[in-house]
């Protein structure tokens, strides 16, 4: 499993993204541009120019048209895949931490951060999955979070609840239509943020990841936790692989608590776990800084991460990864068979 | 000293709620009336004096007058002395000090103090022995004391039943704010016991036989024990800092850096006697304070620059025999105090005086020299270099306080004192400067306490300087470091070296001369941990950025020995060196089968956790905890089995461990069963929860009239566009592949 590392940023990643259909990584990072990238050799496909300071997240259509961006220059903006035209900017008051497409496209929810006075929120604008169309310039919902601010959000299955993750440690879910507040729970330890939200493919359950060095499996419906899964170090980024049952989690110590004695402190590697039996599986090593985002490909052929060193790690699975499987998990292969 | 009103007890006053004025106080006011214009305050009586005669007396008043003035002012004509109708004294006097601080002073300080051999003064305030001794104020019939029904207590070694049978070992584990005790399960996650938060406020400690876990508070000193974790015990001693039990755990000393200091409402355990004091030494049975003591002015050291060092407080300092019957003090350059318990009286009344004194130590078991009868506990002592005076190493018996054997030894610039456990040996280990003060060298004198006449062996082959040194528990083999630079706070430390020593072999029941084994040399090492029972030792590098082993040594590999060593009772063989980066502390379990080894956040911040190994040198465990502070195990009392018991269990051992072997076989077997039975059922559990969201979705998806798939019509009608575009293309990829390769060579 030889990984392709994509050197195309010069700073710190912030977040990698597949398209749907596995063949496309999407990453950004502090400086200033999105990269687009085929994920079968590395090759960039192109970068998005516009954004006048770091990005923080980005997500792309489920069709692949369209590429949306949250920046620290407080816009969301809307992209052409195949062109890398700017279509569409919005403005904001503060920075975007997050964007994310519900799961036919039509919907776009952005988190804007809390500051200068303006409590942080989560809107919703409505999309028109065509480069050509005019876009809509008002939100059609706005949710503000004046407990503790939301860091992650995304959408449920039908597009009907919106899940945010908070600084304090809770998730929220809000009904997708009016904004509501259904529930709020402690999930993760108190105080310590929510840094990473993603969904499984049909978007019932998700995975959250936590600076309390966990990463926990959670039901969208009533937010019950499914799994736990304990790591030794703070948590940047979990993501759930297709087609196998596996978590994988990334994190290491933040950069100013890593001390230059031993080169095994920082813990910079991506940790895998079975999903359902909760126990770790194996690393991956290869940053030589925290891991600030993971993703999965959607086909369930590989993953690829973006550490803090400024590279994008692209691995593709091999067939020991394929063929491994718990006694029981074949057992009932088995059966079912 | 009596007790007086100053100190009346919080519980014996009244707190209820009432009016003030409504009650009716006068036969109160009459009875603790004071009459401060008489003035007695400054008197007081002191009992205790010898017989005199009316010439003897003057002789008595300036004697008592030097005792009297060293905590106050007064003058003979102020000591009235009654003579009774015989011409002989009462034996008893009357004192006029210049103020009522003194007089107190007086009570507080020269109570119970000797006048010479027979005689020891009894001082009273004048105004307590008004108050206590008035006729009515003592009952002149006799009450019995009421006796408490007998109550049940928990069974305090409780913890030595291991509910699965299997003589686990418990340890304390102390993180965050949550002190936890937990069975050492090898492998495996321990078992939890008890678990509490915030039980501790400074750190816990366990008594020497594993009875009692301590824990200290603002407000003192609490032992909790039993299965149920109940507080056995309490000894509120303000501020306490430092905690120490005496060996058979009827004893416990608590120090404070800060005085203590009686509140004006009284204490509820400590009396005003104790006001000004640092160390308590409390009766665990019946947690009570048997004395008090003051911190000693230890002389300010003064560096090279002439900038005084901060006062150091030595650790213990009160060291007990090792059968608890006593207790010493050093009074650093001038003499050794040793109490007598349960009383608490200075054995003979006097300090030992030994000039110069510099350390001591009480030989850490009763010591059984060769012909000696009588019962006997032994200490060491060393003193430096004074004037034309050679430095002296001395050996003294209790309570003969007869010197056994002195050792004189030239420049001498620091002694450590190293008994082996069974006090069989004592190791002092001497570091030599040469003339010019300007090298170092290292040199071991070995007393043989159990031999006649106490030997002495000196090895001295030895080039380097010492830095640690350890005698085998129950053994007669030890492991010292050397390092060629002296100590220095330097970054880097310097390389050191191990050395191994064991006797020869020697005919007969003796023990042959010491003589040097092996030496490991270029190493990091700094620390040295015996298995409790001997044979077994790790050499350990800890409190160190860059490197972090431990090495695990046998010294009776049973394998082949080398020729060299062939008159040797050792046969050394490194068993496994582990690693666990940031390490600051080691410890054995008291069984000597596991060794524990924890980065501690009080040290450094970084990996705290722990690492679990068996005698061996395999790790077991190693588990990260977040702000570790303090492993520790549980220790044992000693076994209750003789002799001959032990020596059957160890020749049938053979049987004995194939049980175990086949108990452990049988629940790794039943353990595996179940981790897969587990696994079975999350599986099962996770499938039958996706199968009902699944259909669910379905359902709701159904109702809403949205496709099966949200995505598919979305790409199907990309699809349809993009070909409405672009005319149809077929790619064609051409694939080659290498079946077979040879290589011909054509000549």
Not at chain 2, 219 to 242: A, E, T, Y
Not at chain 2, 413 to 436: E, G, I, M, P, T
Request: charge should be negative; proline fraction near 5%.
């Amino acid at each position: 499993m030889r990984p392709i590392l994509l050197s195309g940023h010069e700073r710190a990643l912030t977040q990698v993204k597949y398209n749907r259909d596995g063949d496309l990584i999407f990453s950004t990072a502090k400086d200033q541009h999105i990269c687009g990238w085929f994920a079968h050799n590395g090759e960039r496909l192109g970068t998005y120019h516009g954004h006048q300071g770091a990005i923080w997240t980005v997500d792309v259509d489920p069709t692949s048209t369209l590429l949306a961006s949250g920046s620290a220059d407080n816009t969301i903006r809307l992209w052409d895949v195949k062109t890398g035209k700017c279509l569409k900017t919005w403005d904001f008051p503060t920075a975007v931490k997050r964007v994310e497409f519900n799961e036919d496209g039509t919907k776009l929810l952005g988190v804007t951060e809390k500051r200068m006075g303006h409590l942080g929120t989560i809107v919703v604008l409505d999309i028109k999955v065509d480069v050509e169309a005019e876009q809509s310039d008002e939100k059609s919902l706005t949710i503000v979070c004046d407990e503790s601010k939301a860091t992650v959000a995304g959408w449920s299955y039908l597009s009907k609840y919106i899940i945010a993750g908070h600084e304090d440690g809770s998730i929220s879910q809000y009904d997708a239509k009016t904004g509501d507040l259904l529930y709020n729970f402690p999930i993760h330890e108190l105080n310590n943020p929510v840094v990473d939200l993603q969904w499984s493919q049909d978007r019932t359950y998700f995975i959250t990841a936590s600076k309390d060095k966990t990463a926990k499996l959670i039901s969208a419906k009533d937010l019950e936790v499914l799994k736990t899964y304990t790591a030794d170090t703070p948590l940047n980024s979990a993501a759930m692989t297709y087609k196998k049952d596996f978590v994988i989690l990334g994190g290491g110590q933040a950069a100013m608590d890593v001390t230059t004695t031993s080169a095994r402190q920082g813990k910079f590697e991506a940790r895998f776990y079975h999903k359902i039996f909760e126990d770790e599986i194996g690393r991956v090593r290869g940053h030589f800084g925290p891991l600030n985002t993971v993703a999965t490909d959607p086909t369930g052929k590989g993953y690829c991460s973006g550490g803090e060193d400024g590279y994008v790690r692209v691995h593709q699975f091999d067939k020991g990864y394929f063929d491994f499987m718990y006694e029981v998990e074949r057992e009932r292969q088995n059966r079912v068979a | 000293m009596a007790p007086s009103f100053d100190h009346l007890r919080e519980e014996d006053l009244d707190e209820e709620d009432f009016d003030v004025d409504e009650v009716d106080i006068s036969d109160l006011r009459e009875k603790y009336e004071v009459q401060l214009e008489q003035g007695y305050d400054t008197f007081v009586v002191i009992d205790g004096l010898p017989e005199v005669t009316e010439e003897q007396k003057p002789k008595l008043v300036k004697f008592l007058l030097k005792k009297l003035n060293t905590v106050g002012k007064t003058r003979e004509d102020l000591i009235f002395m009654p003579m009774g109708e015989d011409g002989k004294s009462l034996r008893f006097a009357f004192v006029e000090y210049s103020s009522a601080a003194e007089a107190a002073a007086a009570v507080r300080q020269l109570d119970l103090v000797a006048l010479d051999k027979k005689h020891t003064l009894r001082v009273n305030k004048m105004t307590d022995v008004d108050r206590y001794g008035r006729e009515g104020r003592i009952d002149d019939e006799y009450t019995p004391p009421k006796i408490e029904p007998f109550q049940e207590k928990e069974h305090l070694r409780s913890f030595l039943a291991d509910p699965s049978g299997r003589g686990r070992d418990q340890f304390v584990q102390y993180k965050g704010e949550t002190v936890g005790v937990y069975w050492n399960n090898e492998k495996d996650q321990p078992d939890a016991v008890v678990e509490r938060q915030h039980w501790t406020e400074a750190f816990v400690q366990w008594s020497p036989l594993g009875t009692y876990l301590t824990s200290v508070h603002a407000q003192g000193v609490q032992l909790w024990g039993g299965p149920s974790w109940s507080r056995q015990r309490r000894f509120p001693h303000p501020f306490v800092n430092l905690v120490a039990f005496s060996p058979d755990e009827k004893y416990i000393v608590t120090w404070s850096n800060r005085p203590i200091s009686i509140p004006d409402e009284g204490h509820p355990a400590l009396s005003l006697d104790d006001d000004g004091k640092n160390y308590v030494i409390w009766d665990i049975e019946t947690s009570k304070p048997i004395r008090s003591f003051a911190q000693l002015d230890t002389p300010a050291a003064v560096d090279e620059h002439g900038v005084k060092k901060p006062q150091k407080f030595p650790w213990p300092a009160f060291k007990w025999s090792a059968d608890s019957k006593y207790v010493a003090r050093l009074n650093q350059g001038s003499s050794i105090s040793v109490y007598e318990l349960p009383r608490m009286n200075l054995l003979d009344k006097t300090a030992i005086k030994i000039e110069g004194v510099m350390d001591f130590d009480w030989a850490p078991s009763t010591p059984q020299r060769d012909g000696v009868k009588t019962y006997e506990q032994l200490f060491c002592f060393w003193t430096p270099e004074i004037g034309s005076n050679p430095a002296k190493v001395g050996l003294m018996s209790i309570p003969s306080k007869q010197i056994v054997r002195t050792l004189n030894l030239f420049s001498v610039s620091d002694a450590k004192l190293h008994w082996q456990s069974d006090a069989a040996y004592l190791c002092v280990k001497v570091d030599r400067h040469s003339k010019s003060k300007k090298s170092q060298a290292t040199t071991l004198e070995i007393f043989r306490v159990k031999e006649k006449g106490v030997p002495v062996e000196v090895v001295d082959t030895i080039k380097d300087t010492v830095i640690n040194f350890a005698w085998e528990p129950k053994g007669d083999r030890f492991v010292i470091i050397t390092t060629t630079e002296p100590v220095a706070a330097t970054a880097v430390p310097p390389k050191t070296s191990v050395s191994f020593f064991c006797p020869e072999k020697a005919k007969g029941n003796t023990v042959g001369n010491f003589k040097h084994l092996r030496t490991l040399e270029k190493k990091n090492s700094n620390a040295i941990f015996w298995s409790p029972k001997g044979r077994f030792v790790v050499i350990a590098t800890i409190h160190n950025q860059q490197s972090s082993d431990l090495d695990f040594f046998d010294l009776d590999f049973e394998g082949e020995k080398p020729e060299s060593d062939k008159d040797l009772t050792a046969n050394l063989q490194l068993m496994n060196t582990a690693d666990h980066y940031g390490v600051t502390d080691v410890e054995w379990d008291p069984s000597g089968r596991f060794v524990a080894s924890w980065a501690s956040s009080w040290k450094q911040q970084m990996e705290n956790g722990y690492h679990l190994y068996d005698f061996k040198g395999e790790q077991l465990r190693e588990e990260p905890v977040e702000k570790l502070k303090q492993l520790l195990w549980r220790p044992r009392p000693p076994t209750l089995l003789t002799k001959e018991e032990q020596k059957t269990i160890r020749k049938n051992l053979r049987e004995y461990s194939r049980v175990f072997e086949q108990e452990d076989a049988e629940r790794i077997n039943s353990a595996d069963v179940a981790v897969v039975e587990h696994r079975r059922r999350v599986l099962e559990e996770w499938y039958a929860w996706r199968a009902v969201t699944e259909e669910e979705l379905a359902e709701e998806r159904e109702d809403l009239g949205l496709p099966a798939d949200p995505v598919a019509d979305l790409l199907k009608a990309k699809t349809a566009a993009l070909s409405l575009d672009e005319e149809e293309k077929v790619i064609e990829e051409i694939m080659e592949e290498v079946l077979e390769e040879t290589e011909e060579i054509v000549n």
